[in-house]
T-cell receptor
Framework: GENVEQHPSTLSVQEGDSAVIKCTYS??????FPWYKQELGKRPQLIIDIRSNVGEKKDQRIAVTLNKTAKHFSLHITETQPEDSAVYFC????????????FGTGTRLKVLA | DAGVIQSPRHEVTEMGQEVTLRCKPI?????LFWYRQTMMRGLELLIYFNNNVPIDDSGMPEDRFSAKMPNASFSTLKIQPSEPRDSAVYFC??????????????FGPGTRLTVL
């Protein structure tokens, strides 16, 4: 079945540095890739998404890149701030007649002041 | 827009008791998803509905779990009888009609369930 691998599981960066989280998926038919941020005790919140006909998308300090050939996509956060500290989840969307997401296992990002 | 609403936010119960979790999706959304989140297993999809009809319940762990969606604005997830291993945060999410590449899901605040 579909599998999504997410790395690293934990990431510590100094404030102002960049952070990169990578996900690899197995279903080549996947064509929608959202990223969620979950702060401690809160709900997962969509922060950015990308569709398969786009290679890169940017929203202020956050960007996502997609390589469909290699079946991987990445989240890039620049100029990190303490409020970026959270768990980040990638997901892929299965398109074979279903609307399930398959989530990665999450990356705990800690931004050190 | 109020977003996805869940109740209760916290539930503490004893093993063997019935637990009912409630969800109100975003108005106009016709997809509703129930997830369970634990440290060990991460985010697991339990079941999802489209236009109030259960489409995929393959994630429901066992017969003790059941879900209903009697109308477009309300869904319940019931556990009967509850067990300590059911302790988790249960999220409801909703999504609108899918675009060319699927449906974006918006999560509710979750219900933290503790079964003693």
């Amino acid at each position: 079945g579909e599998n999504v691998e997410q790395h690293p599981s934990t990431l510590s960066v100094q404030e102002g540095d960049s952070a990169v989280i990578k996900c690899t998926y197995s279903d080549s038919a996947s064509n929608y890739f959202p990223w969620y941020k979950q702060e401690l005790g809160k709900r997962p919140q969509l922060i950015i998404d990308i569709r398969s006909n786009v290679g890169e998308k940017k929203d202020q300090r956050i960007a996502v890149t997609l390589n469909k050939t290699a079946k991987h996509f990445s989240l890039h956060i620049t100029e990190t701030q303490p409020e970026d500290s959270a768990v980040y989840f990638c997901a892929t969307h299965l398109t074979s007649g279903t609307y399930k997401y398959i989530f990665g296992t999450g990356t705990r990002l800690k931004v050190l002041a | 827009d109020a977003g996805v609403i869940q109740s209760p936010r916290h539930e503490v119960t004893e093993m063997g008791q019935e637990v009912t979790l409630r969800c109100k999706p975003i108005s106009g959304h016709d997809y509703l998803f129930w997830y369970r989140q634990t440290m060990m297993r991460g985010l697991e999809l339990l079941i999802y509905f489209n236009n109030n009809v259960p489409i995929d319940d393959s994630g429901m762990p066992e017969d003790r779990f059941s879900a209903k969606m009697p109308n477009a604005s309300f869904s319940t997830l019931k556990i009967q009888p509850s067990e300590p291993r059911d302790s988790a945060v249960y999220f409801c999410a909703s999504g609108g009609s899918p675009g060319p590449d699927g449906v974006t899901q918006y999560f509710g605040p979750g219900t933290r369930l503790t079964v003693l």
